[in-house]
């Protein structure tokens, strides 16, 4: 089993950058594939981005190909997500996931893949 604490939220103006971090307790980090989600208020909670292994190919939300970047780093069991040239319309709740074993690159989009999840972190993006 693993805990997951996300980090790195706040407020920022259109067109900054934030990063995002998630940390995981436990052991086997690597053996995780993580994914970022968010959650605008009222609306459903959607795939943002996915990395199978470290050194992997990414999988991007089409919303943030060419903003978002995912990134993870085993030796600290900590995963990242990288927004640059944010716009209001990322203002929501970003949650990290976490599943434990194999999930196919289509699967990653689906959050009912991951078995972990953390608290979520608020990112507000103001005009």
């Known amino acids: 089993q693993v805990q997951l604490a996300e980090s790195g939220g706040g407020l920022v103006q259109a067109g900054g950058s934030l990063r995002l971090s998630c940390a995981a307790s436990g052991s086997a980090f690597s053996n995780y594939r993580m994914g970022w989600f968010r959650q605008a208020s009222g609306k459903e909670r959607e795939f943002v981005a996915a990395?199978?292994?470290?050194?992997?190919?990414?999988y991007l939300a089409d919303c943030v190909k060419g903003r978002f970047t995912i990134s993870r780093d085993d030796a600290k069991n900590t995963v990242y997500l990288q927004m640059n040239s944010l716009k209001p319309e990322d203002t929501a709740v970003y949650y990290c996931a976490a599943r434990f074993g194999y999930a196919s690159a289509s699967s990653l989009k689906d959050e009912g893949v991951y078995q972990y999840w953390g608290q979520g972190t608020q990112v507000t993006v103001s005009s």
């Open positions: 990395l199978r292994w470290s050194g992997g190919s990414p």
